[in-house]
RNA sequence: CGGGGCGUAGCGCAGCCUGGUAGCGCACCUGUUUUGGGAACAGGGGGUCGAGUGUUCGAAUCACUCCGCCCCGACCA
């Protein structure tokens, strides 16, 4: 993509609706534009990085779930038999179609899922059955705020497990475990499985997955030693390996300040191995049983030929959230600094200056080539200051650049830099090949 | 919902206290010169001053009402 093409609203200053860096920066960089308190526009380069998100997201899920897509829009029915239509409150956006009819905007979908398990399952030689989408869903926070962290409309990845029985059920939660574990590890996050209280959704098992932040909106108390923890290679249907992982993680202290207990954390951790910090939370994981399975008569005939009611989980991660999340781990004073796992584009090709011919005939021909290699590539061919152009390119934090000048040229290079570390590599003007390897490793 | 703050050009702000018909920087358009870290000069365009009502000869400015947005608390992916 050529820069002087895209529509992309960079900001040379902070907005003053901002006041973390996320939504500042996600505002600067021309990735969103706030419609209502809490509801957004994703533009081109923020919509770029959001699916990116998502695939990473769908890719590991696909090992263990089935996607699907459910609609935003529900019927009140499901939720008034379950008993949540009164219990989820004001949060839930409530209003009426034509015919008096009464919807809602779906704030999470276990009714729905449920419903469609009940009409189409009927053995628990169906089972074990994951399914999960990646959609939208609307909750109407009593108060919206820090951009995309906080949003009443935000993207939500939700999975739903139907087992038929407990051991089974606790099975499934254990691969999402790992999954999260994977997921997070690939967005180069280091996430911290947490107990939680299972809040609105309800059930007895449940674990959040918190990033370390400042901006974070809930403290946690953690033993340190567990951020050194690696992700062992292990399959997904190796259920004692994974069991004994889930064992090893939850078994450090680490709680949000709702589950926090003082002395059992004075206990269990070494004044030395003990931080008290900020988090996001960025998925979550219940186990609840019948829960839903039960007043929305989900049965299942089991193997004895009775009907009981399936056994159930719910799996969230917050699609949209973790766009601010990841910015919030990877910036610097200048911008963000994207993972490649999930930027926008691989390089940014800088012209430093777009009326020279030589500069652009290079410029011109190392985009063609990165073109025709597949690498995602912004190209800034606009004329403009050279100031302007760095600063732009920092500010959106592709992971590398390539700037493309006269001094350059005159010796017979061009430079490969990286956004992160700041290294610059010279690459001589013919061997533009050498661009890949350099980035690839 | 309680507490605090804000609303004036696309963005950031001044003007309001003490009423006299709107200004600055950036951005934008034209031209010239520039060009390795947000350039210089010259010229130009853009505003129902959040909305309504009232006070007044006259309201961005004063009063009242409403709306929106941000921040702190309770809720959550």
């Known amino acids: 993509m050529r820069r002087s093409k895209i529509f992309l609203p960079t900001l040379k200053e902070n907005p003053s609706e901002a006041s973390i860096t996320s939504h500042r920066l996600m505002l600067r960089a021309g990735m969103i534009r706030q419609s209502s308190s809490g509801i957004y526009t994703w533009l081109p380069l923020g919509y770029k990085v959001l699916k990116n998100i998502e695939n990473i997201i769908r890719n590991e899920q696909n090992l263990i779930s089935q996607e699907l897509l459910m609609p935003t829009i529900q019927d009140s029915e499901i939720w008034k038999k379950s008993g949540r239509f009164e219990d989820y409150g004001k949060e839930m956006l409530k209003f009426k179609d034509r015919h008096e009819h009464e919807l809602i905007y779906g704030p999470t979908n276990e009714e729905l899922i449920t419903d469609i398990f009940s009409k189409n399952v009927m053995s628990y030689k169906s089972l074990p059955l994951c399914l999960y989408h990646i959609q939208w869903k609307f909750r109407d926070e009593i108060r919206p705020r820090f951009g995309v962290m906080r949003g009443r409309e935000f993207l939500m990845k939700d999975a739903y497990s139907f087992d038929k029985n407990k051991e089974d059920s606790i099975k499934c939660y254990n691969r999402?475990?790992?999954?999260?574990?994977?997921?997070?590890?690939?967005?180069?996050?280091?996430?911290?499985p947490v107990a939680a209280d299972t809040g609105p959704i309800g059930g007895d098992l449940?674990?959040?997955f918190i990033i370390l932040a400042e901006t974070g909106e809930s403290d946690v108390f953690i033993d340190k030693n567990i951020l050194n923890e690696v992700i062992p290679d292990i399959k997904y249907d190796d259920?004692?390996?994974i069991a004994k992982l889930v064992n090893k993680l939850t078994a450090f202290y680490a709680a949000a300040d709702d589950?926090?207990?003082?002395?059992?954390y004075l206990n269990a951790v070494k004044k030395d191995d003990m931080l008290q910090t900020r988090g996001i939370e960025v998925g979550h994981l219940f186990y609840f049983g019948d829960k839903y399975s039960k007043p929305l008569d989900a049965n299942i005939t089991n193997i004895e030929g009775n009907n009981s009611p399936v056994e159930m989980g719910s799996y969230g991660i917050g699609v949209s959230r973790l766009v601010g999340a990841i910015i919030d781990a990877h910036h610097d004073e200048k911008g963000i600094c994207w993972p490649e796992s999930v930027a926008p584009y691989i390089v940014g090709i800088i012209n430093l200056r777009a009326n020279d011919i030589l500069c652009s005939e290079l410029s011109d021909k190392i985009y063609n080539y990165l073109i025709n290699n597949n690498i995602e590539v912004l190209y800034d061919d606009r004329d403009e200051g050279a100031g302007i152009k760095l600063a732009e390119m920092d500010l959106i934090g592709i992971p590398w650049q390539i700037r493309v000048g006269p001094r350059g040229i005159k010796n017979g290079y061009f430079e490969l830099l990286n956004r992160e570390s700041g290294n610059i590599i010279e690459i001589s003007v013919n061997e533009t090949d050498s661009i890949i390897k350099n980035i690839i490793g």
């Not at 999402?176 to 911290?192: D, E, G, H, P, T």
């Not at 589950?259 to 059992?264: F, I, L, V």
């Open 206 to 208: 449940s674990h959040e």
């Open 176 to 192: 999402m475990f790992l999954s999260y574990l994977r997921i997070f590890n690939k967005m180069q996050l280091k996430a911290i």
């Open 259 to 264: 589950k926090h207990n003082e002395d059992k």
């Open 239 to 241: 259920s004692d390996k």
